[in-house]
């Protein structure tokens, strides 16, 4: 993969087992998002080979019924509520909002009280909050996070790890980029760097 003539993530081999969390940890610029955007098909590698769940990264209705992915940041639609916004996700996959629990997801994601607010109002980690609540709430086989932590409060981080370690203990696929081990670790991840993906 390159950006222009400068080369990224060349050489690079990861394999994610089904079942399991693999979180790739690295300095700045050192390829994590890049990696994460071929995963999630939305960026094409010039040469290489990437499989999920069999097939091409983003090929099929199929990839995007299995594949959550948050690497590229959401757009808000106009006028509808934080809470709109959650059943609209389960709507679109099939749930009935209140089985699937949104209610209860916006409480365990500490937006309860925002429930009626427009997304656009909300603080940059709330804004955040509702993106993995999103994520989490409708069904799928693999997440792929890029730095989840990110603009979350320590009591978030801690919250948000649990759902993923619960996600993953319930059979789920996570690959996330992160900049803190220790969420990372205790989300279920197993962590591993940039470099050590170079054969
Ligand atoms: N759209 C782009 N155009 C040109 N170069 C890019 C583009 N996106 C990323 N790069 C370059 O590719 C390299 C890898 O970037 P990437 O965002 O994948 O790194 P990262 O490991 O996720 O970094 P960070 O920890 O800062 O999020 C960097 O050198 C970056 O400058």
Same mark, same amino acid.
């Given at each position: 993969m390159?950006?222009?003539s400068a080369p990224v993530l060349a050489g690079v081999e990861l394999t994610v087992p089904a079942g399991t969390g693999v979180c790739v940890t690295g300095e700045n610029g050192i390829g994590k998002s890049t990696l994460l955007r071929c995963v999630s098909g939305l960026q094409r590698p010039d040469a290489g080979r990437i499989r999920v769940?069999?097939?091409?990264?983003?090929?099929s209705p199929e990839f995007w019924a299995a594949v959550v992915t948050t690497v590229e940041?959401?757009?808000?639609?106009?006028?509808?509520?934080?809470?709109?916004? +959650?059943?609209?996700?389960?709507?679109?996959?099939?749930? =009935?909002?209140d089985e699937a629990g949104v209610d209860e997801a916006l409480e365990r994601f500490g937006l309860a009280?925002? +429930? =009626?607010?427009?997304?656009?109002?909300l603080s940059s980690g709330q804004k955040q909050r509702l993106t993995l609540a999103m994520a989490l709430l409708?069904?799928?086989a693999l997440l792929i996070l890029d730095e989840p932590e990110q603009r979350l409060d320590p009591e978030g981080r801690i919250a948000v790890a649990e759902m993923l +370690? =619960?996600?993953l203990s319930?059979?789920?696929s996570l690959l996330m980029a992160s900049h803190d081990d220790k969420f990372a670790v205790a989300s279920g991840a197993e962590l591993t760097t940039m470099e050590s993906l170079h054969p």
């Amino acid at each position: 993969m390159s950006y222009g003539s400068a080369p990224v993530l060349a050489g690079v081999e990861l394999t994610v087992p089904a079942g399991t969390g693999v979180c790739v940890t690295g300095e700045n610029g050192i390829g994590k998002s890049t990696l994460l955007r071929c995963v999630s098909g939305l960026q094409r590698p010039d040469a290489g080979r990437i499989r999920v769940f069999g097939g091409t990264p983003g090929g099929s209705p199929e990839f995007w019924a299995a594949v959550v992915t948050t690497v590229e940041p959401p757009t808000w639609y106009p006028g509808l509520t934080t809470k709109e916004h +959650a059943e609209l996700i389960c709507r679109a996959h099939g749930q =009935d909002p209140d089985e699937a629990g949104v209610d209860e997801a916006l409480e365990r994601f500490g937006l309860a009280g925002h +429930a =009626d607010a427009i997304p656009p109002s909300l603080s940059s980690g709330q804004k955040q909050r509702l993106t993995l609540a999103m994520a989490l709430l409708r069904p799928s086989a693999l997440l792929i996070l890029d730095e989840p932590e990110q603009r979350l409060d320590p009591e978030g981080r801690i919250a948000v790890a649990e759902m993923l +370690a =619960d996600y993953l203990s319930t059979g789920g696929s996570l690959l996330m980029a992160s900049h803190d081990d220790k969420f990372a670790v205790a989300s279920g991840a197993e962590l591993t760097t940039m470099e050590s993906l170079h054969p």
